[in-house]
């Protein structure tokens, strides 16, 4: 037994040796002094300073935007489709800085496809439209509901507001138009109002004492969602539209938000939300974020700290993405160089988000679920 | 000293030994995997893994194997249910193990996405099972044809198990040797302040030397389990061990069955009078039944087909020797490259993470495309792939391919992948320019992954 015992011992020295030359870090990473960073204090700030207000905005905004929806279609004209169009933008620009936190209340009734799926479906549109029929559990009707079916009704049925204004007034189909504009309005408020409740009861106490990294932690949720979040705004606000994903076929109609004509002001309103969700920063001030975060746990980046360089990298993306204007998808016809030039640097922040961050503080990204060894 | 060694290995192969480990290994195994299977199965993961994804990735020389569809895969899993359950009840012993460890394995090589040590371990263990007569006492098959019934069994078929599992602690406390684990703690002071949060140690976990004390400790464990619970003075306490390693790292990681695998399977360690005890309390929580009292009987084997199993055994422990060492052909970092990673008792070993954009580019145009990688590839697979070598070549494939059918003659696939292995801070993975449609899997270095280079 003692002389299986050397011998092991032998064998492990051998690889001692022959292991130990090569080494991948440098000494860097962990906290130094010891504490541990408060994760519970994160969550606090960002629910309480940043998610639930945000959802109370949303609701808000839901609730002007229905109340203009029916007195638009209870005295439909000019005046009142312009106070229209104003309260649903203002709806969609709310939305930017909500659209991040589809995990628990707002992941069971999937919130943000039910709200946000575009390009939207024309022709699923007007079939609905014509033959009064919506159910708002269909597959099909994803991409012909929430607010970019609405920007399309508000905006794009006619070349300006009053051939819009016609087919809410003289056109065939206006009255079942109306109806389904106010069906559309009503769903996203019942939403918003649905979502917002949970947040108000029980699920912020849930939010905060689910402190752990672990599957299913609040910590995890967020990330998560952070960085597939981030994502949609790469690939199908930017990306998508100016055909990097096809062989340099551009989509200009495939931009959010197409017919307001408001895609890189919502792109930008978007990314600083990410930003601010990132930097815990609120009208509150700078709370404790995941900037905070990486910065205890003493994450590298290269030679200098991974926060620097994830801050930088929001500051140069959010640079090129205001070198842009609106309508986007003139852009996209006329100068896609520059719509590509924000890509590009967009690309480096998911990146630094999806591989840096998580792989420093340990969380794994995943949107399932598995085990490892 | 020849004669000294001779002596020993023939004790090691031919002393009679009671059957009894040999039961209670076929029942804790058999028991483990029948719950390791169902939890499979309950979380959605057949689905998931096998009937969801659109693309599979295949291990080097068995792309022939497909998953079978839904229905298919589901009655691929009812009867590992159904053959668990015979095994460990020793009903038509044989042709349960014999079925299980196919039907396992072939699971496991549908897609490596979902490789695990400790399921290539379940094999393995499956696979030596098939050799040994764990059902010739205490078991259906006994009660069926009592004849079959032996108490003494020669030492080998008890000591191949001890052996594996000597050889799988072993080198996975070699595989910790490294300047990262050892010096640095990484990437276990990644991981354990992570789990701040548990109750009352969580604040602990957040110190540094405590991910020291863990890295060395988890390193001399599996260095030494195995031996120490080879000598009978030790194994009482060695098991302890073997219990507060495994669950604690069972606590702080996700890590499924394998702590409880682990923790049934060493039980072989034990003497015979402790297993017979096992089995008297099984006997005594089961209903009664009447046997004919225990002659004492030996388990003989015609000469042929013990030569045949020798070889077989010797064929495997030869392999498993020579694959944990494998890795030392290649040039290159290990944790970096993963050329000879598997299938080498590597666990928990690297906190590694990566993001990949690849491009496929008409080589008639010059123009190009980036892959939305989700429109082909679950979020697992994605990951995995990120940062595995010959998966991002497999898939590099499949969208030349995917290219090809959409009318692109000869697509040139380049990837753009980022890696941080160990907190190192992400950097180039592979080399952008080459074009991975025309590289091909071999078993020798991939000379496009990038050398790693500390800062």
């Known amino acids: 037994m003692k002389k299986l015992i050397y011998a092991a011992l032998l064998t492990a020295a051998a690889f001692i040796l022959i292991q130990s030359c090569s080494k991948s870090s440098v000494n860097n990473n962990g906290s130094t002094d010891g504490s541990s960073f408060d994760r519970k204090a994160m969550l606090t700030n960002l629910s309480a300073n940043i998610i639930i207000p945000a959802y109370t905005a949303f609701q808000a905004s839901t609730v002007s935007l229905d109340a203009a929806v029916t007195t638009f279609n209870t005295t439909p004209n000019a005046t009142n489709l312009t106070a229209l169009q104003a309260a649903f933008k203002a709806a969609y620009q709310q939305w930017q800085a909500t659209s991040v936190f589809d995990f628990g209340p707002a992941e069971q009734i999937n919130f943000r496809v039910n709200t946000n799926t575009y390009p939207t479906d024309v022709n699923q549109i007007n079939t609905n439209i014509s033959s009064g029929i919506y159910n708002k559990d269909l597959l099909a009707n994803l991409a012909a509901k929430g607010l970019p079916a609405m920007d399309y009704l508000l905006f794009g049925t006619g070349a300006d507001n009053t051939a819009v204004l016609a087919q809410f007034t003289t056109d065939g189909q206006a009255a079942n138009r109306k109806s389904y504009l106010a069906i559309l309005s009503a769903e996203l408020k019942t939403n918003a109002a649905t979502v917002l409740t949970a947040w108000n009861g029980a699920y912020k106490t849930t939010f905060i004492n689910a402190d752990g990294t672990d599957q299913g932690s609040s910590t995890g949720l967020l990330v998560n969602q952070l960085v597939y979040d981030y994502e949609i705004l790469k690939n199908y606000e930017v990306g998508i539209p100016a055909g990097v994903q096809s062989m340099g076929t551009t989509f200009p109609t495939k931009v959010q938000a197409y017919y307001s004509q408001m895609s890189v002001q919502l792109a930008l309103l978007h990314i600083q939300a990410i930003q601010n969700i990132y930097l815990g920063k609120s009208a509150q001030g700078d709370g404790s974020g995941l900037d905070d975060y990486l910065v205890k746990v003493n994450a590298k980046y290269n030679d200098g700290s991974l926060n620097d360089a994830i801050k930088n990298q929001f500051a140069v993306a959010i640079g090129k993405l205001q070198a842009l204007t609106d309508p986007l998808s003139a852009n996209i016809t006329n100068n896609n160089a520059a719509v590509t030039a924000a890509y590009t640097e967009l690309q480096k922040l998911t990146v630094l988000l999806k591989t840096d961050m998580t792989s420093s503080l340990g969380i794994l990204i995943t949107f399932g679920d598995n085990d490892g060894d | ?455």
């Open chain 2, 1 to 455: 000293m020849f004669n000294f060694i001779e002596g020993r290995f023939s004790s090691f192969l031919n002393t009679s030994r009671h059957i009894a480990p040999l039961a209670v290994l076929r029942i804790a195994f058999g028991s483990i995997m029948l719950i390791s299977v169902i939890r499979f199965i309950v979380r959605g993961w057949v689905s998931a893994f096998y009937i969801k994804p659109k693309f599979h990735f295949t291990f080097y020389g068995f792309d022939w194997v497909k998953p079978f569809g839904a229905m298919g895969m589901y009655i691929l899993f009812a009867l590992l249910i159904i053959t668990a359950i015979m095994f460990t009840i020793g009903l038509f012993y044989r042709v349960a193990i014999i079925s299980f460890f196919a039907c396992f394995t072939y699971v496991e090589l549908i897609d490596k996405t979902t490789y695990l040590n400790h399921y290539y371990f379940i094999s393995v263990m499956a696979f030596l099972m098939i050799w040994v007569p764990a059902h010739r006492y205490f078991s259906i098959d006994v009660l069926r044809k009592p004849q079959l019934q032996i108490t003494h069994v020669p030492a080998w078929t008890i000591n191949i198990f001890k052996l594996q599992l000597v050889l799988v602690y072993f080198f996975a406390g070699v595989s910790k040797l490294s300047y990262d684990w050892l010096i640095a703690a990484m990437p276990l002071r990644i991981w354990l302040p992570a789990n701040s949060s548990l109750p009352i140690i969580g604040g602990l976990l957040t110190q540094l030397w405590v991910a020291y004390v863990f890295s060395w400790f988890g390193a001399l464990f599996d260095l030494f389990i195995g031996f120490l619970l080879l000598n009978s003075k030790t194994r009482k306490v060695a098991y302890l061990l073997v219990i507060i390693f495994h669950l604690a790292t069972g606590w702080f990681f996700k890590i499924g069955m394998f702590p409880y695998i682990m923790i049934f399977v060493t039980l072989i360690f034990f003497s015979e009078s402790t297993h017979k005890k096992i089995i008297n309390f099984l006997k005594g929580i089961l209903p009664k039944v009447t046997t004919n009292k225990h002659k004492s009987s030996t388990y003989h084997l015609p000469n042929a087909k013990t030569k045949i199993i020798y070889t077989i055994l010797i064929l495997h422990f030869a392999i498993q020797l020579a694959l944990p060492l494998r890795y030392l052909l290649y040039p290159g970092k290990l944790y970096w490259t993963e050329e000879g990673y598997r299938f080498s008792w590597r666990v928990m070993l690297m906190e590694k993470g990566g993001t990949i954009f690849f491009h496929v580019k008409d080589p008639a145009t010059g123009k190009t495309a980036e892959i939305i990688n989700s429109q082909y590839l679950t979020a697992f697979q994605e990951t995995q792939m990120a940062t595995q070598p010959d998966m991002i070549l497999q898939y590099a494939h499949f969208l030349a391919g995917e290219y090809q059918q959409k009318g692109i003659k000869n697509p040139i696939v380049t990837a753009q992948s980022y890696v941080t292995l160990n907190g190192s801070g992400s950097r180039l993975y592979i080399d952008s320019a080459v074009n991975l449609a025309t590289e091909q899997e071999t078993w020798g270095h991939k000379k496009w992954i990038l050398p790693f280079h500390n800062n």
